[in-house]
């Protein structure tokens, strides 16, 4: 059977749902934005536009490419983006790494396969990232599901950062 509320809420009254829950500033959307979104998608153009400068001229096969360079050389930084970007206690730098090198592995495997990679490793999870980055803005999570979002945007920024770096300079 079904009960009836002696004191029903009126209509204009918040709920305990509603005041419970904290109310998110626009400064801590912008500051998430550009410490998840836009300090890897940079970091990955820097580091792949530099991999495409000094070591694609030097090789004649087309892997390891700038991708690669890009994620080996966040893998090696890893500590220090962990630190930067995501800030929580250093002993969980490595579960931020092993999130980073399991993104970064399997789209590294991805970039092997020549012209059809740059559908399934740039352009696929660029619609991707974009997509988490629009829901993932809005929680606090583990380290290693920032280091699967930051591999994410380093892998776009470094396919962009090579064109950029190969086309004018």
């Known amino acids: 059977m079904s009960e009836v509320r002696e004191d029903p809420i009126p209509s204009n009254a918040l709920s305990d749902s509603t005041v419970n829950e904290p109310n998110v500033t626009q400064k ?3 500051s998430d934005m550009l410490r998840h979104m836009m300090a890897p998608l940079v970091i990955g153009m820097v580091f792949g536009g530099i991999w495409q400068l000094t ?4 090789i004649d096969t087309f892997v390891p490419n700038p991708v690669h360079g890009a994620f080996a050389l966040c893998l090696i930084t890893s500590p220090l983006i962990y ?7 250093m002993n969980r730098a490595g579960e931020y790494a092993m999130g980073f090198a399991v993104t970064a592995c ?21 619609i991707a990232w974009l997509f988490i980055s629009s829901y993932w803005l809005q929680f606090d999570f583990p380290p290693f599901r920032y280091g699967l979002w930051h ?9 962009g950062g090579s064109i950029l770096a190969y086309n004018y300079l």
């Open 28 to 30: 801590e959307i912008f």
């Open 55 to 58: 070591v694609m001229p030097r």
């Open 83 to 89: 630190k930067l970007l995501v800030g929580m206690e």
């Open 106 to 126: 399997t789209l590294s495997m991805v970039w092997m396969f020549g012209t059809p990679s740059v559908y399934l490793g740039g352009f696929l999870p660029c």
């Open 151 to 159: 591999a994410m945007a380093v892998n776009v920024g470094a396919f």
